[in-house]
């Protein structure tokens, strides 16, 4: 409950009535506003479909989405010293491709529709972060630094 008291004041040609609410004595005060809602956890990596392959065992090209998950999938490398290939295509176009004699990792979207791997070590899937890939412009500062420091005119100075 609430007590009411009224003001009235006069003004030139008319009349106003002004009213103050204040609260009673003994009133509660309004409630608390509701506390902010918990953020929801970190959502782990979503599991592959049932069915779907997360190692790549063999040479050959695997539907994505059919054959294997889509996902960051990591390789030790080559087999017997030789290089590693592996290609991602969508809609029958190249996406990427890489020759390599060290370890590899590729991340298989889910736009993709074929990956292929020849002569590579064991894929599986890890769903880790691809490591970042350097900038065009890397490449060309690190070849300046070199040739800065004589490497291509016999040795650093």
Do not use: H
Not at 7 to 34: E, F, K, M, S
Not at 65 to 92: E, F, H, L, M, N
Not at 113 to 140: I, K, S, V
Request: charged share 15%; net charge negative.
């Amino acid at each position: 409950m609430r007590a009411t008291r009224t003001a009235a004041a006069a003004l030139a040609g008319g009349c106003v009535a002004l009213t103050l609410w204040a609260p009673a004595a003994g009133a509660q005060p309004d409630p608390a506003p509701a506390p902010a809602p918990t953020p929801a956890p970190a959502v782990p990596p979503p599991l592959p479909a049932e069915g779907l392959a997360t190692t790549i065992d063999a040479d050959g090209s695997y539907a994505v989405g059919t054959d294997i998950a889509p996902g960051v999938y990591q390789s030790a490398g080559p087999v017997d010293d030789g290089a590693c290939y592996w290609k991602r295509t969508a809609a029958d176009e190249l996406v990427d491709n890489a020759l390599t004699k060290k370890p590899a990792i590729v991340q298989i979207l889910p736009t993709d529709t074929t990956f292929t791997t020849n002569e590579c070590q064991t894929w599986q899937l890890t769903n880790q972060p691809p490591p970042p890939q350097p900038a065009p412009g890397d490449l060309m500062g690190q070849l300046t630094n070199l040739i800065g420091n004589g490497l291509f005119a016999g040795g650093p100075r």
